[in-house]
């Protein structure tokens, strides 16, 4: 497996508090993601990183945040968590924008 | 907005047998197609990718159609084994949007013995 690690991997929380998620990698790849998994959707880009410091926005991005302050870290944070944010989240890494990804796996969080 | 999208939702298949998947997707500009393959409890593990100048890739028992003129790709899965029950995704993305995947629905693959 790539060397990614997701933190925590199952998560249960309260309506309005706020949730980060860690994404930790190995190798040194300059491109992070993180997706989230619903039934019925597959999985939807939130936001991604192209290098420390430097994100954008994916397309479900609303209601989330991130941030990268050093290559191996890739933060997703929930500012105040809503039960429509219930759901798997997956991180991925990638060398380059047109390189295949690697995706870890996953962290679930329920939000009550 | 559905950009890509993936049937059948579930498919059983015997041992031995062929399971396909079929893709559609709208968006002209997509230049990578990969599909994933996921067990439970794990991530998505990319299994076979294919890029429009090529019509057909094949990887062992895997094997990717592409028909840039009908906005279609499909999965072959020959001589299917138990082992290979999953939910498969395809994805399609644009060479210089950042890799940023825009997934089907999934595929539940069930392959009895």
């Known amino acids: 497996d790539a060397g990614i690690t997701q933190s925590p991997r199952h998560k249960v929380t309260e309506t309005g508090t706020p949730v980060t998620l860690r994404c930790h990698q190995t190798?040194?790849?300059?491109?992070m993601y993180w997706y989230r998994q619903d039934p019925g959707h597959g999985l939807r880009l939130i936001h991604y990183s192209y290098g420390v410091k430097d994100t954008d926005k994916g397309e479900v991005s609303d209601g989330y945040s991130v941030s990268r302050s050093k290559t191996e870290d890739f933060l997703l944070t929930l500012e105040s968590a809503t039960s429509s944010q219930t759901s798997v989240y997956f991180c991925?890494?990638?060398?380059?924008?047109?390189?295949?990804?690697?995706f870890g796996d996953g962290t679930r969080l329920s939000i009550l | 907005q559905q950009q890509v999208k993936q049937s059948p939702q579930s498919l059983i298949v015997q041992k031995g047998g062929i399971s396909i998947i079929n893709c559609a997707y709208e968006?002209?500009?997509?230049?990578?197609f990969p599909w994933y393959q996921q067990f439970p409890g794990k991530g998505p593990a990319l299994l076979i990718a294919i890029r429009p100048d090529v019509s057909e890739k094949k990887e062992g028992r895997f094997t990717i159609s592409f028909n840039k003129s009908a906005k279609q790709f499909s999965l072959h899965i020959m001589d299917s084994q138990p082992g290979d029950s999953a939910t498969y995704f395809c994805?399609?993305?644009?060479?210089?949007?950042?890799?940023?995947?825009?997934f089907g629905q999934g595929t539940e693959l069930s392959v009895k013995p």
């Open positions: 190798e040194n790849h300059r491109y």
């Open positions: 991925a890494i990638s060398p380059a924008g047109n390189q295949p990804q690697h």
């Open positions: 968006n002209t500009a997509f230049d990578y």
């Open positions: 994805a399609a993305s644009r060479y210089n949007q950042g890799g940023k995947l825009i």
